[in-house]
C-alpha cells in the first residue's frame, strides 16, 4: 500500500477559518491523522463541502467576513448533500447566546480558541464515531 492509497483512507476533514494561523495549528493538529482540506471564506467552505465524496466533519470558525460561521452552517443543514456533516464551531467568539445559536442551528459541538490539542483530537474522534453509528444504525 502507497502512502497515496493511506492518504484516501483517512477521514476526510474540512477546517474553515480566515485567519492562516488558525488553519495552520489546526491542520498541525489534524495532518497526521486526517486528510484535511482547508477554507478561508464561508462560500469556499460551501463549495468543498459539496465536493464528492464530502467531508466526514467540518471544523468550522463563527466570525469571518462575507459570511459568518452560523450562515455556513445554516447553508450545509439546508442542503440534503451536506446536512448530515457533522459541524464543530471552533471558534474566539464567547457570545452568551453563540453555543446555543449554534446548537439550534445544528452543530454537533463547540470548542473556544485557543484549542487545547488532545480535547480537540478527542472531539474529532467522538463525532466521527458517532457519525459512523448514525449511517450505520439510523439516527440516536
Known sequence: MTDTNIQHEKPKILIVD???????????????????LAA???????????RSPVPELILLDIQMPEMDGYQVLHHLKADSLTKDIPVIFVTA???????????????????????????????????????TYRKRYGRL
Not at 449554534?102 to 457519525?131: C, Q, T, W
Request: no cysteine.
Open 93 to 131: 467568539a464567547a457570545e452568551v447566546n453563540g453555543e446555543m445559536r449554534g446548537f439550534k442551528l445544528g452543530a454537533s459541538d463547540y470548542l473556544l480558541k485557543p484549542v487545547i490539542p488532545e480535547m480537540l483530537l478527542v472531539r474529532v474522534e467522538l463525532h466521527l464515531e458517532l457519525n
Open 40 to 50: 478561508t471564506s464561508g462560500a469556499k467552505a460551501l463549495e468543498i463541502a459539496r
Open 18 to 36: 480566515d485567519v492562516h494561523e488558525n488553519l495552520h495549528t489546526l491542520l498541525n493538529i489534524l495532518r497526521s491523522d486526517y486528510a484535511v
